[in-house]
């Protein structure tokens, strides 16, 4: 399974309200973007590709199930992650959640 297929199963295993780098027109959604790579060289050597990323849930609700289910689900896809950070913005009234992860993959797709 490639690491794109590990994070858009984590997700939609939540919900389907979920977007590839763009907001969406709603009220409760996640937005997912990779980042770049953290691999591991041994003698000169790509011998582990890791990508990372970040996801974001914007949501109007207080106390989201959708951040703990989506935290139980990167831990149930083997997905490393840590919480960055809960906002509240003023101007969309959107409590913002946001994610970094790591995924052991291939690197494609991420410069």
Do not use: C
């Not at 590709?49 to 896809?77: C, Y």
């Amino acid at each position: 399974m490639s690491w794109q297929d590990k994070i858009i199963e984590a997700h939609t295993a939540v919900t389907d309200a979920v977007s590839h780098y763009k907001r969406l027109k709603s009220d409760r959604y996640f937005v997912w973007a990779e980042d770049g790579r953290s691999d591991l060289i041994a003698d000169g050597v790509h011998s582990e590709r890791v990508v990372t990323g970040v996801t974001d849930l914007f949501t109007k609700i207080e106390g989201d199930p959708w951040a703990a289910a989506l935290e139980e689900s990167f831990d149930g896809k083997g997905i490393a992650w840590s919480l960055n950070s809960v906002q509240y913005e003023d101007d969309t009234g959107f409590i913002h959640t946001q994610w970094d992860w790591e995924v052991v993959g291939d690197g494609a797709g991420v410069d």
